[in-house]
């Protein structure tokens, strides 16, 4: 209810139920008179309702409305029903038997001088009242209870003065005196101070009256079996003939127990609704209505609804579309949704046995259906033969109206969109609903065609309906696309093959042409890794070549000269993320996995295979714990040691000796109960066969000596060189003349040092330090950090990363080290220094066989270093000035930034 109600922009001419030919229309519903105003009348954008009170009109603001019983209900397209209590306010009483409403309809069209006004006056006629009435309206509650006449001249009480003071029943002498609020706590308040708050008490020719609007301060929400009931309970001190009487008076209203399904609507009451009924009380009568009227039992059953008493509950049940409710169209978020209104009323009787007392109790109680979703639906008919493009969409209630439809070249009117030669329809369907239709040659402007070949055309339309809503006219779309394939596309294909140490895979392009994107492995092939890995074409295909030993590969199985390694290969559409074609490359590659020295010197090489992927080959040892791997990395681990030691085993038959050991994952028994479930199970068999008896043919001729041989200590140098890879292949290397080498920033580098001219097994090459410096002098400042104490800078973010020595590609694998690490330049104050590097490294010559610590403990035996500052693609100048006595060392550079 509000004094001025707005209505919503001008209405369409559309009627939801049928009304009087005049579109006014009143009805005596019981206690309530009930006027209705068809949209027909809502000329205007407002309406005002004010109550004629004798000779005033009184403007019913929405507090005083709800103060003195009257309350309005109106759908979006202006169709309004006003009620008004019988026992309200302004009402003209007649000893409680007859009614005289009054009410004057004011309706704006868009100026305040251009008024439409309409007076309705209503007699009722109403005796049946019970003993105790109790009234839930939209707005208010009212309970009434009968109270014996003073006298034979009491009538309903008024006093002089402003419209909005005269409250029937305040007068001093005689009436209501004051009134105690329960909340449950007693408030007391004399009559003008209870007005003042918002509620009404006055007495009638027989009966008490009291009325609250709901959330006063007063009233209290309380849960009778599960439903929320709004409460009020007043003691009113009532003055009859000098004396004085006490009447209490309670009313409890719902405001939930609604349940929804897609297809019902289940209204729950309290079957007994405390604090109104007493234990003795009894239900005597109920009835169902809709929009305050009754209905009968046919009536019912035609509208299938149902009224059901269960143990705690009545129960109303309304099917969702019934003709006494309306659908209304809703765009939250801009997603079509409906909703379903319906005002059902509750009429219950009962009967106090032990007080010989009936009460009535009436409740309108208008009801609207949680938002439901429902997504238009496209059904597409496109004619190839004939070229055409045919959409249906739908369905939408009749509050939908379609505005326009945006095109890829911009957004058209219906108007221009049937100039163009579209065909625009409106369909509609017995139910009540619509849709709508469009027909679009595949020769017009805004059909895109896209030619993958030259024997297919692809025809493609993306269309978005615009539709309004009435009368709010809010706005949602929905988008259809449409596209018509006269041939289908052809797919790219992979083929692969294999030589010692390379997979070699070649793509052919399908139609997509080059806009495919590539994985190899789980890494997307990116412009660093296509030249890694060779990557050429020719316009129709396009070629790579992965090393087996590349990240990217997964090692499958080996043996003790093979090893079996896979490459998985897949093509993708970057625009629809499709999967357009996947391959494996499997082949077996040569790797001679142990090797067993004339001196009893043992190496091994373990590799993680995809079977146990959470394998860390650094926690790898032989039988003998202690023995770890002299070398490891996230994929190998090398092992080297003597046949006797570490656990080895040795078995005679016939002529020959077998040494055998064991690389297994060992676990610490004392932390077995905590060892996950999970941890790989990893072995690998180490044999080597050695024989007995041999028998060796020498050459020997006798000289007699004329001195007796002496050694004598002398003097040697073992030469160490580091070169710079092309790849992770280390198959090629740059040249003297190749330098200054140019590389992109964070290009990864590829460095290899080898102790030259030596073949002595029992010899290591460790790499202690190595660090980069801008100018070409080792002690130079800045510099940074690549390997330190044997291991990677901890502090570095894109880490040095260790590459492991197969043993069968070279000689002594021991007398070999790799790594690479990422191009980067020196910056100061966020500047660039110089676009140049030099890379230089301290190398450290050590005997396998002996048990010294500190370097020649291995390669990273533990991890040590400073802190340093973070960065992030180029380095800060941060070193201090390197020691210079060590004698030896091997420098590589200049290395060019390039930004081509």
Sequence with gaps: MAAVLVLGQQRPNMKLNSQSSSGLKSDCLGSLM??????????????????????????????????????????PWGNTRIYTSLLGCYVDNKGDATFNVGLKLRMYRH??????????????????????????????????????????????KEVDGNPSDSFPGDDAEQGIWKMTF????????????????GYSAMTTSTRLVLRSPYNTAETYSEDVAGIPMEVIKVGVYNRENGGMNVVNLAAACPTGGVLFTEDMISWHVPR????????????????????GQRLDKSQMASRRYTLTVTDFHIVAEIPVGSPDGYYKSHAPDYQYHIT??????????????????????????????????????????????????????????????????????????????????????????????????????????????HNPDPLTTIYSLTV???????????????????????????????????????????????SQGTNIRTLIGSFELTPELAEEFKFGENGTDFFLAVPYTAPHASFETFTSTSLKASLNIQLWDPENNWKLEEAYLTCSFPLRTTTCYPNGTISALAIKVASVPSLNPSMLSLTEKSCKPVFSDARFAQFSFGANTCGTTRTFFDQYMLYENEIALHHDHRRSSRTSKIDPDYRQKISCYYLVNKTETLAFSYEQRTYDPKAEIGLGQLMVQMRLA????????????????????????????????????????????????????????????????????????SATVFHPVMDGKVDVPAHIKRFSMKMFTFIKEEKVLKDQIYVHCDAVICDTN???????????????????????????????????????????????????
Aim: charged share 20%; proline share 6%; net charge negative.
């Design 272 to 291: 007994r609704v405390t604090p109104l009924m007493e234990s003795s009380t009894r239900i005597t009568e109920m009835h169902m209505g809709i929009n």
């Design 850 to 900: 002996s048990l010294a610590e500190g370097v020649c403990k291995g390669q990273c035996a533990t991890q040590t270093g400073g802190k340093n500052p973070k960065y992030f693609g180029v380095k800060s100048n941060n070193r201090q000035p390197r020691d210079s006595s060590q004698d030896q060392h091997i420098s590589s550079g200049p290395i060019h930034l390039t930004y081509q």
């Design 464 to 510: 978005v309906f615009g539709f309004i809503i009435l009368p709010e006219e809010t706005s949602f779309a929905h988008q259809v696309d449409l596209q018509a394939s006269l041939q289908d596309v052809v797919m790219p294909t992979i083929t692969g093959t294999c030589d010692r140490d390379h997979f070699y895979a070649s793509v052919k392009y399908g």
């Design 182 to 197: 329960y909340t449950p706590e007693p408030v007391p308040m004399v009559l003008r101070e209870a007005q003042q708050a």
């Design 726 to 797: 092309h790849d992770s292949s280390f198959d090629t290397f740059y040249q003297a003349a190749d330098y200054p080498v140019s590389k992109y920033l964070r290009q990864p580098l590829y460095f290899e040092v080898a102790l030259m001219q030596s073949t002595d097994p029992q010899l290591e090459l460790i790499l202690q330090n190595c660090w980069a410096t801008l100018h070409e002098d080792r002690t130079s400042l800045p510099s940074w950090d690549i390997i330190l104490d044997t291991c990677k800078n901890p502090d570095d973010t």
């Design 111 to 156: 100026t305040p001088s251009d008024i439409v006004s309409h007076d309705v006056m209503q007699t009722c006629s109403y005796t049946r009242w019970a003993s105790k009435e109790i009234l839930c309206d939209r707005n208010y509650m009212e309970v009434s209870k009968y109270v014996a006449a003073p006298d034979s001249k009491a009538e309903a």
């Design 340 to 449: 379903y209104t319906v005002e059902p009323m509750l009429e219950v009787m009962w009967r106090d046995d032990d007080a010989q007392e009936d009460a009535r109790y009436k409740i309108l109680f208008p009801i609207s259906t949680p938002l439901m979703p429902r997504p238009a639906h496209a059904q597409t008919y496109t004619d190839l033969e004939s070229g055409l493009f045919n959409l249906h969409l739908g369905a939408f209630l009749q509050d939908v109206q379609l505005n326009n439809i945006s095109f890829s070249t911009g957004v058209k009117t219906i108007e221009e969109m049937r100039a163009m030669g579209f065909l625009v329809q409106e369909h509609f369907y017995p139910n009540g609903s619509k849709a709508v239709s469009l027909q679009v040659p595949f020769s017009a402007d805004v059909v895109l065609k």
């Design 34 to 75: 009930r006027l209705s105003l068809d949209e027909a009348l809502a000329v205007g954008n407002q309406l005002e309702v004010e109550a004629i009170n004798g000779t005033q009109n009184v403007m019913l603001t929405p507090s005083l409305a709800a103060q003195c019983g009257y309350s309005m209900e109106s759908d």
